[in-house]
């Protein structure tokens, strides 16, 4: 019999400006637009197989079949494909990623964008970048802005077709860098898709909302002109801000590890003594420290001094999503 068998790769992707919350959790419509830049170093790649004779579909990460929720999170998606593409055929998942999983590297955002292009690419069809960014997006909302390339805003819209990614500036528009630091490797409690439900619970999640376009215009123009202080400013404020909804969210998330609290100090003074280099926190401890490449070196160095700092990660900024030819 048959069988449909597609892989594709796809990079993980750091937001600048942050997705917290949705106008439709179902449908993944953020309450606000974000931008990012996808981490080049960083990878997952995703073999799909549609096969005529499977009953249910399955899952393999990093060479370990996967059952319970992270199965049901993909079939649940699968289940979109089939929608779209009116397709019958359960399918094989086998993925491998080159990173920690779980902990505020969003793996989750990788992992949807080659799974949607792999499926589709296996199932012999073809859909515009726009197409696929909304389709990554019903599976994780941080992967549609991994399916373009470089420097990525995920434009909020109000539906299903006006809520997608495209890329504003290319791989090679300004040499950043994001220097991950982790400070703990264990899986977090709380993931980012139970976050986004609890956003409202915030009395500040408004305000946030509120001057996230304000924010976001900073971002994008301090990228375009390559304004480095501006973009810092802007970077940690906006970061702050999505902490803040988190820790007065009800029940709090409170994500932060005492070595994420020394990094997010040292950073600024690093700045103030001449290192250009701004932090962001995603869902979870790790710090993500941006510089310029020609800093990255001496970033490295100086976050390696950090008390419990465990391991630290570069990545520069990285393509969109593609097919790998087998
Ligand atoms: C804090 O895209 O992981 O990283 O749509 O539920 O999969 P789901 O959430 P996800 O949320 C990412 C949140 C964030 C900020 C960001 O990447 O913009």
């Not at 993931?191 to 305000?207: D, I, M, Y």
């Not at 803040?244 to 103030?272: C, D, G, H």
Request: glycine share 6%; with cysteine; hydrophobic share 40%.
């Amino acid at each position: 019999m048959e069988k449909y068998q597609a892989t594709a790769i796809a990079h993980p992707n750091i937001a600048l400006i942050k997705y917290w919350g949705n106008r439709d959790h179902e449908m993944r419509i953020p309450e606000n637009g974000s931008i990012s830049f996808n981490l080049g170093s960083l990878y997952t790649k995703t073999t799909v197989i549609f096969n005529p004779s499977l009953e249910i579909d399955s899952l393999e990460i990093n060479g370990i079949q996967t059952l319970n929720s992270g199965l049901k999170r993909i079939s649940n998606f699968l289940k979109i494909v089939r929608e779209w593409t009116s397709t019958p055929y359960y399918a094989q998942v086998i993925s491998e990623n080159n990173f920690p999983m779980g902990a505020g590297i969003a793996s989750s955002a990788a992992a949807f964008a080659s799974l949607s292009l792999a499926s589709i690419k296996a199932l012999g069809l073809f859909l515009t970048e726009k197409d696929l960014s909304r389709l990554a997006r019903r599976g994780s909302g941080s992967a549609c802005r991994s399916i373009p390339q470089g420097f990525v805003e995920w434009l909020p819209g109000r539906d299903d077709q006006e809520s997608f990614s495209y890329s504003f500036a290319s791989v090679n528009h300004w040499d950043l860098v994001d220097v991950i630091a982790i400070v703990a490797k264990n899986h977090k409690s709380v993931g980012s898709t139970a976050g986004h439900a609890l956003a409202n619970s915030s009395p500040l999640q408004r305000v946030r909302v509120a001057d996230a376009p304000r924010r976001l215009g900073i971002g994008k123009n301090a990228i375009l002109q390559r304004d480095f202080n501006e973009l810092a400013e802007i970077v940690e404020l906006d970061s702050n801000l999505m902490h803040s909804v988190m820790m007065t969210s009800n029940p709090s998330l409170f994500y932060w590890e005492p070595a994420t609290i020394s990094i997010m100090k040292a950073v600024p003074e690093w700045r103030q003594q001449g290192i250009p280099a701004c932090y962001t926190l995603d869902a979870g401890p790790n710090v993500h420290i941006i510089c310029q490449s020609e800093y990255a070196n001496d970033v490295v160095n100086l976050v390696n001094q950090i008390t419990g700092v465990l391991q630290v990660m570069v990545s520069p900024v990285g393509g969109g999503a593609y097919l790998v030819e087998e």
